[in-house]
């Protein structure tokens, strides 16, 4: 089992660059696939990232292709979502997750992870 924390969160104008970063506690967190997704009030849970154990990215969401990137490292136990040009609907809570390897995986599919940190908040300003 492993415990998620996003940290990173925070009010920024339009145009700007907030980082993101998801700590885990489960000392074997090489052993997990990781993706980010949000949700924005009123609206469902969406997939914006995803990245395997070993760091291969397996994509982005379409409205955030170009401008986000996520990576991990796994000395440290973080994933982490670096996100630029940032616009007023990317306002929403941004959530880490994590899947075991070797579980069905459907890296932009919100079912097929165990397990859900509690959310940062972003907040972005026209």
């Known amino acids: 089992q492993v415990h998620l924390v996003e940290s990173g969160g925070g009010l920024v104008q339009a145009g700007g660059s907030l980082r993101l970063s998801c700590a885990a506690s489960e000392g074997s967190f090489s052993s997990y696939n990781t993706g980010w997704f949000r949700q924005a009030p009123g609206k469902e849970r969406e997939f914006v990232a995803a990245?395997?154990?070993?760091?291969?990215?397996?994509g982005y969401a379409d409205s955030v292709k170009g401008r986000y990137m996520v990576s991990r490292d796994n000395a440290k136990k973080m994933v982490y979502l670096q996100m630029n040009s940032l616009k007023p609907e990317d306002t929403a809570v941004y959530y880490c997750a994590a899947v075991p390897v070797g579980n069905s995986w459907r890296s932009r599919n919100s079912d097929d992870y165990n397990y859900w940190g509690q959310g940062t908040q972003v907040t972005v300003s026209s």
């Open positions: 990245i395997t154990w070993h760091g291969v990215t397996m």
